[in-house]
């Protein structure tokens, strides 16, 4: 005898893309056009246990009619904030029968417009690094958890970054250094307030971060771990909680003195393995 414990299915990895066309756009000329690039995740919990069991699809809603509702609700919703939208897709899912959980991930990838003649080009774009956004909606009786995040953030810098006066052992071989290059690619996830609405704060948590990130004397990557956590919550009042995930790029020194040169912190090697990981939640004080 075996019993089904727990399961959850969907559609992974639908690709969207929509323009954003104002009516007065047309052909070359006209009003600039927006570009929303995402990809996302739906997935179901629920009462589908005769699915599994019994091979009886009559509770079964298809995962290509879920993609096919993808891309029915973007023609319908601007998509001004992902957010939002997984919201839509989530009411939606909640409400099939025998649904006991809708849970939407998205994953939006930034475009940056092109300049032609020195000015804003209105239909031309660049994709300019790996950085994206993302937004996990979760739905059930209860309500929703809505959290956002950004991911593949990679910055650096090259000095205002320590680490020394760590413990020391027989395997230790650091050296403690007052002045290092400290670089990482970030990731951040930030929970909503329960009811908030108020999605348009990527741009202030983000600038938050990085300017924390930018201007922080660091004792080490955990020290401007949470300065940057506190700051993005002082930035922005409709979050309550933002977890932050830093691995550490490590930038080695090279020695120079086989060569008969010295090595005023200038000449590094980078390396992506092994490598620290860093991970910590801020959550702001009731």
């Not at 060569?259 to 959550?283: C, K």
Request: charged share 20%; aromatic share 8%.
């Amino acid at each position: 005898m075996s019993d089904l414990t727990w399961n959850r299915y969907g559609k992974s990895r639908i690709r969207l893309v929509k323009v954003r066309r104002p009516s007065s756009a047309s052909g070359q000329g006209g009003a600039a056009h927006e570009l929303v690039d995402l990809t996302l995740d739906v997935q179901l919990e629920g009462a589908f246990d005769a699915v599994y069991v019994d091979g009886d699809n009559r509770p079964c809603l298809a995962t290509d009619t879920m993609k096919n509702t993808v891309y029915a609700m973007a023609r319908r919703h601007a998509i001004d904030h992902v957010e939002s939208f997984a919201l839509t897709l989530a009411d939606h899912f909640i409400a099939k029968a025998g649904v006991a959980r809708a849970r939407i991930s998205v994953s939006e990838q930034p475009w940056s417009r092109l300049s032609a003649a020195g000015e804003p080009h209105p239909h031309a774009f660049v994709q300019a690094g790996a950085e994206h956004w993302t937004a996990v909606v979760t739905r059930d009786a209860q309500g929703s958890e809505i959290v956002a995040g950004l991911a593949n953030l990679v910055v650096l810098k090259t000095t205002d970054s320590a680490f020394s006066g760590f413990p020391r052992d027989e395997f230790t071989t650091l050296p403690e250094t007052e002045d290092r290059i400290m670089a990482t690619s970030m990731t951040a996830a930030w929970t909503y307030a329960p009811g908030s609405v108020d999605f348009g704060v990527r741009d202030d948590v983000r600038r938050a971060l990085l300017e924390t990130f930018a201007a922080h004397r660091s004792r080490s990557v955990q020290h401007t771990l949470y300065a940057m956590g506190e700051a993005a919550l002082a930035a922005c009042a409709a979050i309550t909680a933002i977890t932050l995930t830093l691995p550490n790029r490590h930038h080695l020194l090279v020695d120079l003195q086989p060569f008969g040169l010295d090595n005023p912190n200038e000449i590094f090697v980078a390396t992506d393995q092994p490598f620290g990981l860093i991970e910590a939640t801020i959550r702001r004080q009731a």
